[in-house]
């Protein structure tokens, strides 16, 4: 079974590891303070889960979910990441954590970041437009009226199908907005950004996204 390194294991993190867990997965959780720190969250999820650092949880996993702040970026080890396909979780907040002008200018976007960091790697923006404790909670068979779709933005088309088989899983439907570059359009403050949706109202809020002037 398919090991999920998991680096960041705050409010995004830990629903996740909860909703691998379900669906079987094995995950190593890490995050900045260490792995004594997550001791507790560890045992809460019980054995299929275990505590590592970034660099082991990224080694760890066949592929990888990176759900920390937008300013840890550069903080993510590369090595363990090469080749990997690399969930990014990342949103982009400037009112509370500080303006990024090549994200203002349009120049890059939030996953766009990680991706630049991880230059082998194969990022997807994914999980960006749910609260968290629904991304464990609110998961619904295919053919049930209370199923929710969710985007996903990538630039390589192997690592979004895996994105799209995990989102089917964890009991989402797929919609495929694009590459890294379109991915702007489910950003905080666009129109498909944390709203319960079906497929077909996710598009038409995707395409009623407007870039910020
Ligand atoms: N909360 C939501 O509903 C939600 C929904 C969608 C997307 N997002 C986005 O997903 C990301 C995570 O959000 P969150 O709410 O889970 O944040 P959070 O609760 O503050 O958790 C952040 C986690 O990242 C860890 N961390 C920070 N820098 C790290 C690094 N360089 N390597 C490994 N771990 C690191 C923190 O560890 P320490 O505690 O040890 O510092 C913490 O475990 C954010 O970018 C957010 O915008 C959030």
Redesign the pocket.
């Known amino acids: 079974m398919t090991t999920i390194g998991i ?8 629903n996740l590891a909860k909703a691998a867990i379900a669906h079987g997965y094995d995950v190593v959780l ?5 792995p004594d ?1 997550l001791v507790g969250l560890v045992k809460e999820l019980g054995p299929q889960a275990t505590g590592a650092t ?1 660099a082991e949880a990224a080694a760890a996993g066949g592929f990888a979910i ?5 300013a ?2 550069d ?2 080890p590369v090595e363990p990441l090469a080749g990997k396909v690399v969930i990014a ?5 400037p009112q509370r954590l500080g303006h990024i002008p090549e994200i203002d200018d349009g120049t890059t976007t ?1 996953p766009g970041l990680l991706q630049a960091h991880l230059p082998t790697s194969k990022v997807v923006r994914a ?7 629904e ?1 464990s909670g609110d998961g619904h068979p295919q053919g049930d009226p209370q199923r929710r779709a969710l985007a996903l933005a990538g630039d390589d088309p192997a690592a979004k199908q895996l994105v799209a088989n995990l989102y089917n899983e964890f009991g989402f439907d797929a919609l495929d907005i694009g590459g890294l570059d379109e991915s702007w359009r489910v950003d ?1 403050g666009q129109p498909a950004f ?1 709203t319960r949706q079906n497929l077909a109202e996710l598009k038409e809020n995707v395409a009623r996204a407007k870039r910020p002037a």
């Open positions: 680096l960041g294991s705050g409010h995004v993190g830990s890490s995050n900045s303070q260490g720190s970034p990176v759900a920390i702040p937008i840890t970026i903080q993510v979780t990342i949103n982009y907040y939030a999980f960006s437009m749910i609260n968290a404790a991304m905080a944390v």
